[in-house]
């Protein structure tokens, strides 16, 4: 079993940044990749970016490419999101996901982890 743990959310102006952590406890990290997803009032929960098992392999949704970073550190057990040039439509829960095998993955159903969450709210 793994437990995920975000970090990090909070209130920001617009241009604004923040950095989200997500830190895991209970199996080898560097088994598995990992994900950002989030969920803003009233949508269904769409995916952000993800990180393959040594960092070398990331993926983004359109509209946050040149913005956010994800990134991990194996050493601590974590995996991270850095948000630039935030904008009120990122707005939403943001969630971190892990999927058992090392390649990186863009749909919610493939990942059997999920953290409970943090608030990012972005005002104008």
């Known amino acids: 079993q793994v437990q995920l743990v975000e970090s990090g959310g909070g209130l920001v102006q617009a241009g604004g940044s923040l950095r989200l952590s997500c830190a895991a406890s209970?199996?080898?990290?560097?088994?598995?990749?990992m994900g950002w997803f989030r969920q803003a009032p009233g949508k269904e929960r769409e995916f952000v970016a993800t990180?393959?098992?040594?960092?070398?392999?990331?993926r983004y949704v359109d509209s946050v490419k040149g913005r956010f970073t994800i990134s991990r550190d194996n050493a601590k057990n974590t995996v991270y999101l850095q948000m630039n040039s935030l904008k009120p439509e990122d707005t939403a829960i943001y969630y971190c996901?892990?999927?058992?095998?090392?390649?990186?993955?863009?749909?919610?159903?493939?990942?059997?982890?999920w953290g409970q969450g943090t608030q990012v709210t972005v005002s104008s």
């Open positions: 209970g199996r080898t990290f560097s088994n598995y990749a």
């Open positions: 990180i393959n098992w040594s960092g070398q392999t990331t």
């Open positions: 996901a892990g999927r058992d095998g090392r390649y990186s993955a863009t749909e919610s159903h493939q990942y059997a982890y």
